[in-house]
C-alpha cells in the first residue's frame, strides 16, 4: 500500500515533443506528490510538486496533472529539449508525517537533438 | 545557494567492516534522512532524524544502522558490518520543516562493498 508505480521505464523523445511519465499510488494518506530530476553522478533534485486540492500545476514547460479519483498524477514535459535527459522520479509523502518520501522507480528520459 | 554536502564521494570496503558516512545538510534546517538507491533501482528511504533521535526508519534501517548528528553540523550514517547487498549510493537530504516541504539531497556516497 506504500508502493508509488511508475511508467515508462524509459522514454525516448525528439527535441520540441512532449514527454508524459505517469505515476499511480495507493495510500490514500498521501497528500504531497513532488517530481525530481537526476542527472547521472548527482543526488535528486526537487523540480515541482503538487497537493491534491489541485488537479493542475504548471512551471514552466513543465506540468504535473493529478487525478485524485483515480490516484494517478503525471509530468508533463512540453518542448522537451536535450537538457532535459535524466531520470525522473515521482514521490509521494504524507503532510503529517515525518517527511519520508515514497519513490517510484524512476523513467530515463532522452531527448533527442 | 545552499547544499548539502557528503564525503567521500567513493567509498570501497571489505565485507564485515564499518563505514560511517557523512552528510552536512544546509545549515538552518532540522530535519535529516538518509536515502539509498541501489544501481538501476528507486531511491528508498532509510531513516529520518529529528531533534536528536530517530522520527522514522524503514524496514531496511536494522540494528546495523546508525545514524548520528555528533555536532552542530554533520549528520552521519553507520553501518557496523557491512554486507555485499549494502552497496549502493547513499543520498543525505535535509528539510526545514517536516511532512510536505521540500528536501534537498546531496550527491550522494557510493559505497561498495567487496
Known amino acids: 500500500q506504500q508502493q508509488v508505480k511508475q511508467s515508462p521505464q524509459s522514454l525516448i523523445v525528439q527535441k520540441g515533443g512532449i514527454s508524459i511519465i505517469n505515476c499511480a499510488y495507493e495510500?490514500?494518506?498521501?497528500?504531497?506528490f513532488p517530481w525530481y530530476q537526476q542527472f547521472p553522478g548527482k543526488g535528486p533534485a526537487l523540480l515541482i510538486a503538487?497537493?491534491?486540492?489541485?488537479s493542475e500545476k504548471k512551471e514552466g514547460r513543465f506540468t504535473i496533472s493529478f487525478n485524485k479519483s483515480a490516484k494517478q498524477f503525471s509530468l508533463h514535459i512540453m518542448d522537451s529539449q536535450p537538457g532535459d535527459s535524466a531520470t525522473y522520479f515521482c514521490a509521494a509523502s504524507i503532510s503529517l508525517g515525518y517527511g519520508k518520501l515514497t519513490f517510484g522507480q524512476g523513467t530515463i528520459l532522452t531527448v533527442h537533438p | 545557494e545552499p547544499e548539502v554536502t557528503q564525503t567521500p564521494s567513493h567509498q570501497v570496503t571489505q565485507m564485515g567492516q564499518e563505514v560511517i558516512l557523512r552528510c552536512v545538510p544546509i545549515?538552518?534546517?532540522?530535519?535529516f534522512y538518509w536515502y539509498r538507491q541501489i544501481l538501476g533501482q528507486k531511491v528508498e528511504f532509510l531513516v529520518s532524524f529529528y531533534n536528536n533521535e530517530i522520527s522514522e526508519k524503514s524496514e531496511i534501517f536494522d540494528d546495523q544502522f546508525s545514524v548520528e548528528r555528533p555536532d552542530g553540523s554533520n549528520f552521519t550514517l553507520k553501518i557496523r558490518s557491512t554486507k555485499l547487498e549494502d552497496s549502493a549510493m547513499y543520498f543525505c537530504?535535509?528539510?526545514?520543516?517536516?511532512?510536505?516541504?521540500?528536501?534537498?539531497f546531496g550527491p550522494g556516497t557510493r559505497l561498495l562493498v567487496l
Open positions: 503538487i497537493r491534491p486540492d489541485v
Open positions: 537530504a535535509s528539510s526545514s520543516e517536516t511532512g510536505a516541504e521540500t528536501q534537498y
Open positions: 545549515s538552518n534546517h532540522l530535519y
Open positions: 495510500n490514500t494518506a498521501f497528500d504531497y
